[in-house]
């Protein structure tokens, strides 16, 4: 089977030309329906031989937390009829892609041992947004295995100040 990007990538492209006018709106019904695409239950009933592309629709229909509007309810014939369901977060992501490199910015993920508050998280964003060099999208999860510092990622980028990180470096300097 082909690679989910490579499936996914058509999708996303078409959803992006013809979302142009509301890409915000968009977006935040794909992520909504690429988050219940990504549920194991839901893909395996929906790849049942007795299962119909309407109660498919039906079921994510009734799971998403407001009423979809058409272009979405379409695409989501559209994504269910080819059989596709399973790329749906490979087309967000993608879409997600897109729109940030028509606003110029980028999705950063940031890993903490600890919550962050959010004057500290404004002044990480600002630091980010200097070393990357635009503009940044933040989320944040905590990871407690990091010990302590943070780890970014942004795009294939990784910007690396954990403990834990400092452990390894030493620990391969060491045992070298």
Request: a negative charge.
């Amino acid at each position: 089977m082909a690679e989910l990007a490579t499936i996914a990538r058509p999708y996303a492209e078409a959803l992006f030309k013809a979302s142009a006018a509301d890409l915000s709106g968009t977006a935040a019904w794909l992520e909504e329906l690429a988050a219940i695409a990504g549920n194991a239950q839901l893909l395996q009933f929906a790849e049942g031989p007795k299962v119909t592309s309407s109660q498919v629709f039906d079921l994510i229909s009734g799971v998403a937390k407001s009423k979809l509007p058409t272009a979405a309810q379409n695409f989501l014939r559209a994504v269910i009829d080819n059989g596709r369901l399973s790329a749906l977060p490979e087309v967000a992501t993608q879409f997600r892609a897109h729109v940030n490199a028509q606003s110029g910015t980028a999705d950063a993920f940031v890993y903490s041992a600890f919550d962050i508050d959010a004057a500290a998280l404004a002044d990480v964003k600002t630091t980010l947004e200097k070393r990357f060099g635009r503009k940044l999208n933040v989320s944040v999860a905590l990871q407690p295995e990091l010990i302590g510092g943070i780890r970014v990622v942004v795009g294939d980028e990784v910007l690396d100040t954990s403990v834990k990180a400092r452990l390894d470096q030493m620990k391969v300097a060491l045992t070298a």
